[in-house]
């Protein structure tokens, strides 16, 4: 995923309507309808938010009869999540380290005094 | 450990407590034997090649693959260096003029050091795609585990 496609992706999981958005998704494909009925917003609001998730391709969506349906995109999902856990990794890992060395160096402060 | 990595802004940070004094922090971040012993990833070996730490003097440090491939980091202090903080430019050996700020601060109360790691990069994108550049390692190694986290973090509204 290209860098800037990434901090698109950040953005839109932003909002806490549209991460509400994709828990739903995770259940099957929805019309706006299907989608909107949980929220206190109105149907053209959830579709603006769908536009959103659509453009930085965490959803797709299709025609059935005259409805349009969503469908969860796991891929950038998937790619936000592992950029995260690398950068957690990294200084956790490295922490989890210093833990032990500042344990060793706590010791050797006790020996000498 | 807590990490914010708000999106649209150029910055990460990061919070950690740590069971003893700062002035111990201060050691294993600024004596080269102790540095090399915990910072990085498991998978790379660490050779500290030069701590200046004064204001204005060079630090160079570099990870070693298992392939013995080497990453170079190098910057400068900025400010003098103290138990209370740590202020210093980072810039990847490769990638000359992308440098980015990171202030260090240590919090001591009743022998616990809170430390807090504030990151700045130049722009978002050096932000999303520098570290993640500087984190690939492990990222094949953890795709067996995303399956789960997505769903998860689907899950969390």
Redesign the interface.
């Known amino acids: 995923m290209a860098v800037d496609q990434l901090s698109e992706v950040f953005s839109a999981l932003a909002d806490p309507t549209r991460r509400a958005i994709l828990r739903r998704l995770t259940d099957g494909d929805a019309t706006v309808a299907e989608l909107a009925a949980p929220f206190s917003v109105s149907q053209p609001a959830i579709s603006r938010h769908l536009k959103v998730l659509e453009q930085v391709g965490l959803i797709s969506r299709s025609r059935r009869a005259t409805a349009r349906l969503s469908h969860l995109e796991a891929e950038p999902l998937r790619e936000a999540v592992g950029w995260l856990m690398d950068y957690r990794a990294y200084w956790s890992a490295s922490y989890h380290r210093l833990d032990g060395l500042l344990d060793g160096l706590l010791d050797e402060l006790k020996d000498e005094s | 450990?807590k990490?914010i990595?708000?999106?649209?802004l150029p910055q990460?940070i990061?919070t950690?407590e740590?069971?003893?004094p700062r002035e111990?922090?201060f050691?294993?971040y600024t004596e080269p034997e102790?540095l090399a012993?915990?910072?990085?990833?498991?998978s790379l070996t660490l050779t500290v090649n030069q701590l200046d730490v004064r204001h204005g003097g060079r630090w160079r440090w570099t990870h070693y693959d298992a392939d013995g491939k080497a990453y170079v980091f190098h910057g400068l202090y900025h400010g003098t260096p103290s138990p209370e903080r740590i202020v210093q430019t980072y810039e990847f050996g490769e990638r000359p003029g992308h440098v980015y700020l990171n202030t260090i601060t240590f919090e001591e109360h009743d022998g616990t050091t809170t430390?807090r790691?504030n990151t700045v990069f130049q722009t978002?994108?050096e932000?999303?795609?520098y570290?993640?550049a500087?984190?690939?390692?492990?990222?094949r190694a953890?795709?067996a585990k995303?399956?789960d986290?997505?769903?998860r973090?689907?899950?969390?509204?």
Do not use: H
């Not at chain 2, 500087?134 to 990222?139: A, F, N, Q, V």
């Open positions: 450990m990490v990595a708000e999106p649209g990460v990061i950690r740590f069971a003893a111990l922090l050691r294993a102790l012993r915990w910072l990085g990833p498991d430390l790691q978002v994108e932000r999303d795609g570290v993640r500087d984190m690939e390692t492990g990222i953890s795709m995303l399956d986290l997505v769903t973090l689907a899950k969390e509204a």
